[in-house]
């Protein structure tokens, strides 16, 4: 995880390259590879990032 973690914020990965600040606001640790990667993928499908909105709402909402 720290190395992935490193990579984010050095902009060394492909999807945050793009992106201006990254911010770790969540994370889950397994300890089996093929689950994680099985949690992965259905985070990246529409249906894992509803969840993950309403999971972190009160993280991810504007601040007034």
């Known amino acids: 995880m720290r190395r992935r973690i490193s990579e984010h914020f050095n902009k060394e990965n492909y999807t945050t390259l793009r992106m201006e600040d990254v911010e770790l ?3 889950e640790a397994f300890t089996n590879k093929c689950d994680a990667l099985e ?3 259905y985070l990246k499908t529409t249906k ?4 993950i909105k309403l999971m972190l709402k009160n993280t991810l909402a504007p601040i007034v």
Do not use: P, V
């Open 39 to 41: 949690r992965e993928d």
């Open 25 to 27: 606001i969540y994370y």
């Open 48 to 51: 894992g990032k509803r969840t």
